[in-house]
């Protein structure tokens, strides 16, 4: 991790993010969480007021520290416990089938290997539990997915490793997940190019 993504980065994203038109849909997006809830990439924890109370646990998983440190005073007043791992998910230190959900928000686009985490989350699954995901990706239009290309180098930059032509849909197929639905939209005030929206469910193959 560089001196940027560490120690820069994690207090521009919450700046920006926390005031971005994405945190209205972090409420709705999260009411599906039940039991043991793995958040993959956590960030600052900018979910976790929005978790219903009713879930029995949090493993929150980022590699960032930086991140991490903003992460901690969100973790207290909350109903529910939260287990913090400061691991890349490659491999996760968790045991076969042993959480209800995953909650991927806005993570994906920032893995490194994506099939190899994506296949870890299938692992740590229950064979009954759901990956519920809430990512930007790539546009349906090719003029806009061009651009995407475009972008994509100086976006990696800026946003520690974020990539703009991602199909989040197609990535969780490919690592052994059915996707149950799948709903596309663009976020308000934002460029279709960073805000093509691909939030939805899947569920592990047997
Ligand atoms: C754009 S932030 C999203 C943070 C948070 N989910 C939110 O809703 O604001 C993406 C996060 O994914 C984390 N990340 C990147 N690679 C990861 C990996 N291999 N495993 C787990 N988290 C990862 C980054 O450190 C970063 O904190």
Known sequence: MSLYSESIFPGFYDAVVERSPITPHRAPFLTDARGTVLELGA??????????????????????????????????????????????????PLPDHSVDTVISFLTLCSV??????????????????RFLFFEHGIHPKPCIAKWQHRFNPIQSRLFAGCQLHINPANELEAAGFTIQDLDNFQLTREFPTHGWIYRGTAIPQA
């Not at 924890?45 to 879930?55: A, D, E, T």
């Not at 590699?63 to 400061?86: D, H, N, Y």
């Not at 490194?112 to 539990?129: F, I």
Request: a positive charge; aromatic letters at 2%; glycine letters at 6%.
């Open 112 to 129: 490194k290997d994506l099939p190899t985490v994506l296949r870890e989350c299938h692992r740590v699954l229950r064979p009954d539990g």
């Open 43 to 92: 960030g600052s924890g900018l979910n976790l007021r929005h978790y219903p109370p009713s879930i029995s646990k949090l493993i929150a998983v980022d590699p960032s520290r930086g991140m991490l440190k903003r992460l901690a005073p969100r973790t207290k007043s909350l109903a529910f416990q939260v287990e913090t791992i400061a691991s890349d998910a490659c491999p996760l």
